[in-house]
């Protein structure tokens, strides 16, 4: 081959990877640019992956069961007891704290009261240790994270096929790669970077101790340490991690317990 | 596997970068094992049945190997088929571990191996047509390579499905090049 061909070929690597040396932000909105276009109508991560779990249907076995592990991964404690409790209902769990009297549905915001309506199927299910269905006012104000739409809720859900019970301690919205993804609250950047089941993330804390993540996005604008306001791009939408679609994962938790985010936003 | 020269061309230099660049969920890694099976599938065969093989190289369209000789009767064939059969084979036993990153990489090796085996010169598909068809397979493969064309063209502007007629956009260039 001609050393010409070889020198060029050099040439345009070293362009490409130069440019994206020299110019990471530019360089970065058009990689997120060009990458909203091609998601926008196949999501093609999906489609390999269902070709691959076609396999075993095509050779004549069960189909592969579809990877929740999504949902399983966002949190340490995976593991659900599914120990009767004898009945105890989340409406009164919510709402007897510290002797209250008992709130009545109808009291309750309208999210709050058609979630907990939602939940009444797993009535027998006591809930995860590090998780409250209790509805707390924010004490700052806040914004949408992403223009999305929610796709699969916090709490308790059904798998649609194969029926097992898993508990998922956010909510995700579905948007197009590549959407930008805003700060809920004022607060600092905890963690901005990588993790093999939450892929690219961050977490933000905000006053009082509450603390909100965001998982799965393509491109971090982020770091440790960063202050930021309510509203400002911190990271676009992305399907880094253990999915199989770019969406938003979002992760609301006060004093180390997880609440429902809808509560606040969906 | 012998002297094989690897080569690279700059407007092949210019797609990989190209795909680096735009790759964030690691996909273009996960093509590379499915891509060098498929490769390696007709090598193999190539040299099993006396073709020298003179450099493989990644240009503009994608791995193109330089082969000595004529394709024809069983050598021809299987040389041909072996590339789609390697990598459904290696598509099927990525699903063995129960891992994302190998499921995905078979899903890759499915999709590129059925997409081959499309009736467009020159894609692995084409040649086996050409092999079956002889002259008629130019006339019928672009035939084939036109319709895709506007089938794709009706359903990027119905659907909006862009990528799907770029690709297809790709495919019919590259049957123009090739005839």
């Keep these: 081959m001609k050393r010409k061909n070889i020198l060029l070929a050099a040439v345009i690597i070293a362009a490409v990877f130069g440019f994206r040396g020299l110019f990471p932000d530019t360089a970065n909105n058009i990689k997120a640019a060009i990458a909203g276009v091609f998601s926008r109508d ?185 202050a930021v306001c309510a509203g400002d791009k911190i990271a676009l939408v992305g399907d880094t991690g253990m999915v199989t679609g770019p969406h938003l994962h979002f992760e609301l938790s006060h004093e180390g317990i997880y609440t429902n985010p809808e509560y606040y936003w969906g | 596997m012998g002297r094989v020269k690897w080569l690279i061309t700059p407007a092949g230099a210019l797609l990989l970068s190209i795909g680096i660049f735009l790759d964030e969920s690691n996909l273009l890694l996960m093509l590379v094992p499915a891509v060098l099976i498929h490769e390696c599938g007709h090598i193999l065969f190539l040299k099993l049945f006396g073709y020298e093989i003179r450099s493989v190289g990644i240009g ?47 899903g890759m090796s499915i999709a590129l191996s059925l997409f081959n085996l499309l009736p467009v010169i020159p894609l692995d598909g084409g040649r086996l047509l050409m092999l079956i068809a002889g002259e008629r397979g130019k006339c019928i493969s672009r035939g084939i390579s036109m319709a895709i064309f506007a089938i794709a063209a009706i359903l990027s502007v119905a659907k909006g499905w862009i990528s799907l007629l770029i690709m297809a956009s790709w495919l019919l260039i590259y049957n123009l090049r090739n005839i």
Aim: net charge negative; proline share 4%; charged share 20%.
């Design chain 1, 42 to 226: 196949i999501d093609y991560k999906e489609v390999f992956s269902d070709l691959g779990n076609a396999v075993p249907a095509f050779l004549g076995r069960e189909e592969k069961e579809e990877d929740y592990t999504e949902v399983l991964k966002s949190d340490e404690s995976f593991i659900i007891d599914y120990a009767q409790s004898g009945g105890e209902r989340l409406m009164s769990e919510m709402a007897m704290a510290e002797g209250e009297e008992p709130i009545s549905l109808a009291e309750l915001p309208d999210a709050v009261a058609a979630f907990l309506e939602s939940q009444q199927q797993y009535a027998d299910l006591d809930l995860p240790e590090n998780v409250s269905y209790e509805y707390l006012s924010l004490p700052f104000e806040k914004c949408a994270p992403v223009a999305g739409y929610n796709s699969s809720g916090f709490g308790y859900r059904t798998h649609p096929i194969h029926g097992d019970v898993r508990f998922h301690y956010g909510t995700d919205f579905a948007a197009w790669s590549g959407e930008n993804i805003y700060a809920f609250a004022d607060g600092v950047v905890t963690h901005a970077g990588w993790s093999d089941s939450y892929g690219n993330y961050i977490t933000i804390e905000h006053s009082d101790g509450w603390e909100s993540l965001y998982a799965h996005c393509s491109i971090l604008y982020v770091e440790n340490g960063d």
């Design chain 2, 60 to 106: 503009a369209f994608g791995l193109e190997i330089d082969y000595t000789g004529y394709l024809e009767g069983l050598g021809g064939f299987a040389s041909i088929a072996a590339g789609p059969l390697f990598g459904l084979i290696y598509g099927a036993c990525c699903q063995i571990p129960s891992k994302e990153f190998w499921n995905i990489s078979g």
